[in-house]
């Protein structure tokens, strides 16, 4: 009988559970709020498509829509306790793990998405992606969703339409000031529950980009849409920094790369989605799109400028200039 000695037998078992851990993929729960038509719904396909391909029997990724697995109410737990591996939550959630980020949520900062895009893509805008490691969470990229419009029952024309009308904002104290600064009554509310509680008058009106008013069905509700471009909302990708930093080097970096092409991909995308869906709510008929005059859009820019000087100390007076400095470019 063939016996293997004690050396052959540990390089044989050190083998085997190389195999085993070979043959089992590193699974990646990837969980987001928004339907799969959306830009982020759109990317987060994308990147399961050439994860799986170009690391074949080595990761699987696993995606989840429309809050189907966490609420934007669970989700940054979910990846702190490892419940979920990568998520893209919109930048307004991350007032409570750096408060530099709430940049992103100043109203009528940035005058469009090239402007967004230069910042983004610089050293400051860079150095925000990196600014919650301390905390267990790495940034991964910027997907564009686009820039938000107005939505109500009523017409919005003036800062002064505003006033008194409840408005849905996400849970960013930048927001609530932003509503706050015209005499508007911010709500914080689940995304989830938006179309509810605008269809029962339990908030009069929203903010959001045209993919997600028109893919949520917002439309039906709201009888007036104001184009005021006048915040961003979009999302940082990012991953629990314990699980990305465990995995093996090969593998980080191929799905760093692989990040990279689909932020690319998801951006170039994200406007021709909100100009389709814009459409789409123009050839629905529910809803009349108001247009501001360069004068009307300025009176409301300035009504609500002062949210800048509000958080400028958290926020800080040298990344509002590089923001206001990329509009120039």
């Known amino acids: 009988m063939f016996k293997l000695s004690a050396k052959a037998m540990i390089v044989a078992m ?6 085993l851990a070979h043959a089992d993929p590193i699974t990646i729960k990837f969980s987001h709020v928004v339907a799969e038509h959306t830009p982020k719904g759109q990317g987060a396909l994308l990147f399961k498509q050439l994860a799986e391909e170009r690391l ?8 989840y829509p429309n809050s189907s697995l966490f609420g934007d109410g669970k989700e940054m737990e979910a990846l702190m306790l490892g419940d979920v591996q990568i998520i893209a939550p919109s930048l307004a959630k991350f007032e409570h793990y750096s408060k530099p980020i709430q940049i992103f949520d100043l109203p009528f900062l940035f005058d469009d998405m090239a402007a967004v895009d230069r910042f983004q893509k610089g050293p400051v805008g860079q150095a925000l992606l990196t600014s919650m490691e301390d905390k267990g969470i790495t940034g991964l990229g910027y997907w564009h969703n686009g820039l938000k419009q107005l939505s109500a029952n009523k ?14 904002v996400q849970a960013s104290a930048v927001l609530d000031e932003q509503f706050k600064a015209v005499r508007a009554v911010p709500r ?6 938006v179309y ?13 980009p045209y993919s997600n008013i028109y893919s949520q069905k917002m439309h039906e509700v709201q009888k ?17 920094t314990k699980f990305w930093n465990g ?27 909100n100009e389709r869906d814009k459409q789409s709510i123009l050839d629905a008929g529910t809803t009349k799109i108001l247009y501001l005059t360069p004068e009307q859009r300025e009176k409301w820019r300035e009504a609500m400028r002062p949210v800048w000087k509000k958080f400028e100390g958290d926020i800080g007076a040298d990344r509002i200039k590089a923001a206001e400095e990329a509009n120039k470019q």
Not at 56 to 63: M, S, T
Not at 247 to 273: C, H, Y
């Open 14 to 19: 050190s083998f085997g559970i190389a195999g």
């Open 56 to 63: 074949a029997g080595k990761v699987k990724v696993e995606v």
């Open 155 to 168: 017409e919005l024309l003036d800062p002064k339409d505003a006033r008194g009308l409840k408005f849905r």
């Open 188 to 193: 914080k509310m689940s995304f989830s529950e």
């Open 196 to 208: 509810q509680g605008l269809q029962t008058g339990v908030v009069n009106g929203a903010e959001n």
């Open 224 to 240: 007036y849409i104001t184009e005021s471009n006048h915040g961003l909302l979009d999302y940082m990708v990012i991953t629990n």
């Open 247 to 273: 995995l093996p080097d090969d593998i980080r970096t191929t799905l760093s790369e692989i990040m990279k092409e689909v932020t690319e991909e998801v951006n170039k995308k994200a406007a021709a989605l």
